[in-house]
């Protein structure tokens, strides 16, 4: 029952991420443009590789694969995105983006302790809590 | 558990709850906006409403901070944010695709949040908490 309940959350932690690589990687261009608007460099290398992040990322906390390191990354850049994206406070919205994006942080960090569950592929490897 | 990872749950659970602080805090501290911004919504009563949205978000956030009772508050938390931001941002911002976008960006964050609340709620916040890592 347990881990068919943290099956679910992975899903919820998983979705957002993988529309937003699918989006980024099949509007490279788009999404170059976007990202210089915030001064970041690198152009669609730039854009490729968070998308990339963002779709394998969220694809391997959707099946539990290496599930760990996964939520570490995809922790590390929902706050980096926060403090590039959304610091323009003045804007209510953006503040609550910056707050939405550092609780979404805290859910991986939860993840990253305790591991996906027996419904993944880290556990069908032999992943469990007690060699953590 | 090592101290590595209560600490880690600690730090999660501070993440988690700061948007839900803010938002209590916020609502608490101007009732009659919060309530304009239910009635909006075609939500209500939407005085009585606003007070207890605060009152249940600044609760429910300080319960997740100071780990009590963490596995029940992130489960109800869970099952808020999820109702919360279909009824505010879902379908929201109307002909503005920019203000479309963030609602339903918004939505989809809610919504992961949720997710991360929901994994907290079965394995619960770890001995730096006054639940103090009883199951």
Not at chain 1, 22 to 39: E, H, Q, R, V
Not at chain 2, 5 to 11: F, G, H, Q
Not at chain 2, 94 to 102: E, H, I, K, L, S
């Amino acid at each position: 029952m347990n881990s068919l309940i943290v099956l679910i959350g992975r899903i919820l932690l998983a979705v957002i991420f993988i529309l937003a690589g699918f989006g980024k990687l099949t509007d490279i261009s788009g999404t170059a443009g976007y990202f210089a608007s915030y001064g970041l460099p690198g152009g669609a290398a730039t854009a490729a590789i968070a998308g990339l992040i963002e779709l394998l990322g969220g694809l391997a906390i959707l099946i539990g694969f290496q599930t760990r390191i996964a939520a570490w990354v995809l922790a590390a850049f929902s706050v980096a995105t926060a403090l590039i994206a959304h610091m323009g406070w003045s804007d209510m919205m953006q503040l609550i983006h910056f707050q939405k994006n550092l609780a979404i942080a805290g859910g991986f960090l939860v993840l990253a302790t305790y591991g996906p569950g027996a419904l993944s592929v880290d556990a069908r490897r032999g992943w469990t809590l007690a060699n953590a | 558990m090592p101290l590595a990872s209560a600490s880690l749950l600690l730090i999660a659970r501070v993440l988690l709850a700061a948007m839900f602080l803010a938002s209590g805090y916020s609502a608490l501290s101007n009732i009659q906006a919060t309530a304009d911004y239910f009635g909006g919504l075609g939500l209500g009563p939407s005085v009585p409403l606003a007070w207890a949205v605060g009152l249940f978000e600044l609760a429910a956030g300080i319960l997740l901070v100071v780990g009590f009772q963490t596995r029940a508050v992130a489960a109800v938390l869970a099952l808020f944010s999820l109702a919360a931001t279909f009824l505010g941002h879902y379908g929201q911002g109307g002909d503005d695709p920019t203000a479309a976008f963030m609602h339903s960006q918004a939505l989809l964050k809610d919504i992961a949040v949720a997710g991360g609340l929901i994994a907290l709620a079965v394995h619960g916040a770890g001995r730096l908490a006054v639940d103090g890592g009883r199951e």
